[in-house]
């Protein structure tokens, strides 16, 4: 029965809008000629070119890009000068130490802010959407904040780390995270020792990253994890084990028995049913659906299903993938519309989408802070709620007012972006519906516009307030009203949707 | 509940006659909007006979496990300096050793004091306006911080439904949400307000609550106001993500002009610089302006202390004092005291024990405040044992729920058994 619950989608249901909505939950959305050549791909292909990306060719990630020397840690010479210092009282010589530490953080600072908008190009530009949407959910997955950790070149370390593993072994991901710089400083197990544990990435790896809260595992596993976990550490920009300060003896964790380092605690974990289902259930709620109350019968039996296919692949993520985004279920009505977009997905999606100018890259990033989504700053190691708890009256203003930015160039007196004079040529979103003439009839081209940019059908009291408002201005479709259209549609409720 | 579900159409017009009724299937968006108008004045005594309606609760949230024993300092216990050798902050008259500081004193005969940053809240104890309440918690603590702030805003044990707040609100507001009573200030409402009907506004800056869109032309204002004001759309589904965008869109459209009114004022005091200052100094502004609002929550956080804290905590600790301090003194100058108490909490406290990082793991119970002239001032309760743990943590005195009952009964006389669904040991720290 689980199988059923993933059967296919006929391949001559996949239309324009299914092409749609594939384009926008599979990654960041794309023009109206990506997604008719997409729906003109038929399922099989279409679903291959966003999960197989390996063929499309992208700018690979260098090493390199960003600098790892900033916070590099002090040389054995440096450090001798710092206790000098400090035993002699040397206060000039300590003001100087910290007039130095502070430069370095406020570089760092900087380049910290340069990853963000690197990234975020990056999603804008790819043509791998679905390789950053899945670096995305990790980083929200196994969520590392750079506020604790201050080295922005381990957070660029992860952030590679995620977009390798994007679509490959769930598993193997899971043990490399745990030799991860970024997340052994973030969660405290540079500090584990057998002689005095540190308890937070036991725990955290348990609750948040594997099995869920509470499924399967007691007060004692996590003080058993966190003993197999000690010595996980790290030199510099490195995974180091440090045996001394491992604890070898034999462990009880979860119903077995060894003496596990933390590969081994691991494979206990990922050996219970609870990983697959709780794994299922977020990708569940990131692609298919996140809407609030309790699963319906059916979300279950899909996720039940998800989760066999996961642990039958052993771990591998594309067969999943595949299989979610060519399955009936994840294009029927109700999946149409049910997830609200993140920020990012917003506005990296507007862009797409719309084709409109990027603007600035800081003014993206800023926005996608005042929303609640600053990338590498996640709020805790829980990441983001999603779903409903991206929205508040406040939020929704700052979501409109990103899109009027986008559209137009204005900006709040408020924010600290610049604004930007750059025109947004609108037009050929409307290029299809051109009559021999070159124009576009208005109330054609509306009704398309609102349909192309709202994941489920306009209301036609929606169509009603558009079209009363456009035909006051006049009877052409031209580039400033389209610009004016959109400015409406996107401040609508249900632009927020995907 | 069913009926509570749809606040924003065919209710309303039940409620408030058969004439908006009728006329509202055929210009439905118009008629909503003067029938929400209608609704939000009527709100503006929510609680009906009985009910002081201009009280008001602020909820201070410390997020991150607050270290309840380097808060309130308990010096008379020679454990405390066994458990913490570095970190355990001296007695006060005491020399202090190496970084710790010296407590300021707070109760000599029970041997506490406060840590020396809190100069903010020593002078509000001094002026009979804090209580303290010690060793607040719950049973079968949960040591992660997000299940046990979801144990905290929910007030169950499960961490699971509706905040408590929004369900204080459910109660009161017969099926109908109240605009604006009650508003978060920062990025993201806390589950605490969230009921199955009241929803609360939140925002971070009042000046970024409004839509750019209206500058480029002023042709676009209408179309804009009678899309986000029309509310949830015919063959919308209540329940769905559609429906809940709309009744938000509404909501913001409902707050924002007053709102941003409100905060532009200048404070009649001054105010330190800080995040939550800043928080609280918005709370006032909006007292002043006199809203509706009977609940505001405001946040700090930075308390996930667990390597080298006794700067950080420090510095938090003193941002979060001065600033209570400093909303004190406006609420004065305002003439405002008598209305509102304030509430400091934090997911949990931290392990008794300090860890090899100079830093401390989470644990369980910690010490409460309550400030405001119309609580009982002093500390309230004893002092956790630092012998008789629980797997190395304290072991609570005070049940929160109960706190909380005893302000929903006696500050916003409201019944904390229904809304709590059970009772609790209560406290006593509002004045009768």
């Known amino acids: ?57 992208v700018e690979p990630v260098k090493a390199d890009l960003f600098d790892n020397s900033i916070m590099s840690p002090q040389t054995d010479e440096q450090r001798e000068a710092a206790r000098k210092a400090r035993q002699n009282n040397d206060e000039e010589a300590l003001a100087a130490l910290q007039r130095e530490r502070n430069r370095k953080q406020a570089e760092d600072r900087k380049q910290i802010a340069e990853l963000q908008k690197w990234w975020i190009k990056r999603m804008i530009e790819t043509p791998r959407p679905l390789e950053e949407k899945m670096t ?83 007060e004692d596993d996590i003080k058993a994890g966190a003993l197999a976990l000690t010595g996980y550490t790290f030199k510099d920009d490195t995974f180091y084990f440090n045996n001394n300060n491992h604890d070898t003896s034999t462990k009880n964790i ?12 691991l494979d206990v974990i990922l050996a219970r049913n609870e990983c697959a289902e709780f794994m299922a259930g977020k990708l569940f709620r990131f692609f298919v659906n996140d809407s609030s109350g309790d699963l319906s019968k059916e979300q279950k039996a899909f996720i039940l299903a998800m989760a066999n296919k996961l642990r039958a692949s052993k771990y591998e993520l594309k067969p999943l993938l595949d299989a979610v985004f060519s399955s009936a279920y994840f294009y029927s009505a109700q999946n149409r519309g049910a997830i609200i977009k993140s920020p990012i997905q917003l506005t990296v999606q507007a862009v797409r989408s719309l084709r409109t100018p990027v603007r600035e890259l800081s003014a993206l990033a800023s926005a996608t802070d005042l929303m609640g989504q600053n990338v590498f700053f996640p709020p805790n190691v829980k990441g983001w709620d999603g779903g409903r708890s991206w929205i508040n009256t406040s939020t929704l203003f700052i979501r409109q007012n990103v899109l009027v930015y986008l559209l137009t160039g204005r900006k709040p007196d408020m924010y600290e972006w610049q604004a930007s004079d750059i025109p947004f040529d609108a037009t050929h979103l409307v290029d299809h519906l051109r009559q021999p003439d070159g124009s576009v009839d208005m109330a054609s081209g509306i009704e398309y516009l ?49 | 509940m069913s009926e509570h579900n749809n606040p924003y159409s065919r209710r309303l017009f039940i409620r408030h006659g058969v004439a908006l009724a009728s006329m509202a299937t055929t210009i439905p968006q118009f008629i909503q909007n003067s029938a929400l108008g209608m609704v939000a004045q009527l709100a503006g005594n929510p609680g009906g006979a009985g009910i002081p309606q201009d009280r008001i609760l602020v909820v201070v949230q410390l997020g991150g496990g607050n270290d309840g024993l380097n808060t309130v300092i308990p010096f008379g216990m020679s454990e405390y300096y066994n458990a913490r050798p570095t970190i355990g902050i001296s007695a006060p008259n005491a020399t202090a050793k190496g970084q710790t500081g010296v407590a300021l004193m707070l109760d000599q005969q029970r041997g506490l004091g406060l840590n020396p940053s809190l100069k903010g809240l020593k002078s509000l104890y001094d002026d009979g306006k804090l209580a303290v309440l010690q060793g607040v918690g719950y049973p079968n603590p949960n040591r992660s911080h997000f299940t046990s702030m979801d144990i905290w805003q929910t007030a169950t044990t499960g961490a699971k439904g509706n905040g408590w707040i929004g369900r204080y609100f459910d109660n009161t507001c017969n099926g109908t949400p109240i605009p604006e009573g009650s508003i978060s200030i920062g990025r993201t409402a806390p589950l605490a307000l969230n009921g199955q009907v009241q929803k609360p506004i939140s925002f971070e800056s009042a000046e970024l609550f409004r839509w750019l869109g209206k500058d480029l032309h002023k042709s676009l204002d209408d179309p804009y106001q009678q899309i986000n004001r029309a509310g949830i759309v015919p063959e919308t589904t209540q329940t769905s993500q559609a429906a809940f965008l709309m009744r938000t869109a509404l909501d913001a459209q409902l707050g924002s002009d007053r709102i941003r009114a409100a905060v532009g004022k200048p404070s009649l005091t001054t105010w330190p610089q800080s995040e939550i200052a800043n928080q609280l100094r918005i709370v006032s502004a909006l007292i002043r302006d006199g809203m509706p609002t009977r609940v505001y929550y405001v946040s700090q956080g930075g308390y996930d202390t667990h390597g080298g804290q006794l ?42 024990k300090q860890n090899a990082s100079g830093g401390t793991d989470h644990g369980t119970a910690a010490p409460m405040f309550v400030i405001g002239s119309k609580v009982k001032a002093g500390v309230h309760g004893d002092h956790p044992s630092l012998t008789d743990l629980d797997q190395g943590d304290l072991k609570f005195k005070q049940d929160f729920r109960g706190v909380y009952a005893n302000i929903l009964d006696e500050w916003l006389n409201a019944p904390s058994a229904k809304i709590l669904g059970g009772t609790f040991a209560k406290s006593s720290i509002i004045k009768a």
């Open chain 1, 1 to 57: 029965m689980f199988e059923d619950a993933l059967k296919p989608l006929p391949e001559k249901a996949f239309d324009y809008s299914a092409a749609v909505h594939l384009l926008n939950r599979a990654g960041f959305g794309g023009t109206p000629s990506q997604a008719r050549a997409l729906a003109d791909m038929g399922l099989n292909k279409a679903v291959d070119r966003l999960v197989k990306y390996e063929s499309q060719p």
């Open chain 1, 136 to 218: 995305l959910f990790f980083h929200g997955h196994f969520a590392t904040g750079y506020r604790t950790i201050e080295d922005s070149f381990h957070m660029y370390q992860q952030n590679q780390l995620f977009r390798k593993f994007a679509t490959g072994n769930f598993a193997q991901l899971a043990h490399r995270i745990i030799r991860d710089p970024a997340m052994i400083k973030y969660l405290d197990n540079d500090e584990n020792q057998k002689s005095k544990p540190n308890e937070n990435l036991a725990r955290e790896l348990m609750e948040l990253f594997t099995l869920g809260e509470g499924r399967g595992y007691t």
């Open chain 1, 254 to 265: 979860m119903g077995k028995s060894g003496q596990f380092d933390g590969d081994g605690f």
């Open chain 1, 450 to 498: 609102l349909r192309f940019n709202l994941a489920q059908s306009p209301s036609p009291l929606r169509l009603q307030q558009v079209m009363t408002f456009a035909k006051s201005r006049g009877e052409r479709l031209d580039n400033d009203r389209i610009i004016a259209v959109l400015a409406l549609t996107t401040a609508m409720p249900e632009y927020q949707l995907c």
């Open chain 2, 311 to 352: 700067g950080s905590h420090g510095r938090a600790l003193q941002q979060v004092g001065d600033a209570l301090a400093a909303f004190q003194k406006e609420l004065v100058a305002q003439h405002a005291e008598d209305r509102v108490i304030s509430m400091v909490f934090s997911e949990f406290g931290r392990r008794v």
